[in-house]
């Protein structure tokens, strides 16, 4: 059987990775093992600055809530979850060795604050042992029409 390691951090990019992981190993009868890594506190910034401890249990329980929701909705999907302490990207990619695919959530922010900020998902596209999809936030419907009204007024 397949595993699709799945890297969340609490953004709603890595929801969606999230869901798109479960999604499509109930096609193809994978399963799903969930890994949220926690770093220093200058960088967790959906949890807040505290010890380490509690910023793992704070995790956990995230965790365990998001899971426990997929699973009411993908009862046949084997999820495992976890947290760990450590750099995103070099924890995600020590654990990948073990799996067949790779998934994560790609916030867009690209450019030059991207490159300043460091991009997890674009380092784990250029290092990682199996492949990996990039699962990109939706944008809202509002934004998506308004563009296309802006583009239709300027040709």
């Not at 401890?53 to 704070?58: E, H, K, Q, V, W």
């Given at each position: 059987m ?6 969340v ?8 990775a999230l869901e798109?992981a ?12 969930v890994?949220m ?15 380490l ?6 995790a956990?329980?995230h965790?365990a809530?998001m ?18 302490e450590?750099r995103a ?6 654990v990948a060795?073990?799996c067949d695919?790779?998934?994560v ?11 300043l ?9 250029a290092h990682s042992?199996?492949?990996?999809v ?11 029409k308004a563009r ?8």
């Open positions: 397949e595993t699709f390691l799945v890297g951090d609490g953004s709603v990019a890595s929801r969606r798109w479960v999604a499509h190993a109930e096609i193809e009868r994978a399963k799903i093992r890994l890594v926690v770093e220093g506190p200058t960088r967790d910034m959906w949890i807040p600055h505290s010890p401890d509690d910023r793992l249990a704070t956990r329980r965790l809530g899971v426990k929701t997929l699973r009411e909705y993908h009862p046949q999907v084997a999820i495992e979850h976890e947290a760990r450590g990207a070099q924890v995600l990619l020590e060795r073990d695919l790779l998934v959530g790609g916030r867009g922010r690209g450019g030059v604050t991207g490159a900020v460091g991009s997890v998902s674009l380092h784990c596209v042992p199996c492949p990996v990039v699962v990109r936030r939706q944008r809202k419907d509002s934004a998506i296309t009204k802006a583009k239709a007024k300027t040709g």
